[in-house]
Nanobody, 115 residues
Framework: QVQVVESGGGLVQAGGSLRLSCAASGSIFSINAMKWYRQAPGKQRELVAIITSGGRTHYANFVEGRFTISRDNAKNTVYLQMNSLKPEDTDVYYC?????????WGQGTQVTVSS
């Protein structure tokens, strides 16, 4: 069994910053890609950023250089540093961890950006 837990969400004013964390634990032999998604009520979940096991990163176009994804392999943890937040970034943010070819999801963490 693999457990994935996100943290770091909250309420912030537009232009502010938040740092999300996502830690995986349990029966983990190897972690491949680690990903952040977000989802608003009634909308499809969308990819925000991905980091491979080798450290390569990819971002959605709407990130526009404002977010940085990173990982600490020793801690099985992925981070999402979010700067210059906008009200439209308000969503539930989910982490997905690829363990041996299968994605494990966290419960999500709410990010609310006030204008």
């Amino acid at each position: 069994q693999v457990q994935v837990v996100e943290s770091g969400g909250g309420l912030v004013q537009a232009g502010g910053s938040l740092r999300l964390s996502c830690a995986a634990s349990g029966s983990i032999f190897s972690i491949n890609a680690m990903k952040w998604y977000r989802q608003a009520p009634g909308k499809q979940r969308e990819l925000v950023a991905i980091i491979t096991s080798g450290g390569r990163t990819h971002y959605a176009n709407f990130v526009e250089g404002r977010f940085t994804i990173s990982r600490d392999n020793a801690k099985n943890t992925v981070y999402l540093q979010m700067n210059s937040l906008k009200p439209e970034d308000t969503d539930v943010y989910y982490c997905a961890v690829d363990v041996s070819g299968r994605d494990y999801w966290g419960q999500g963490t709410q990010v609310t950006v006030s204008s």
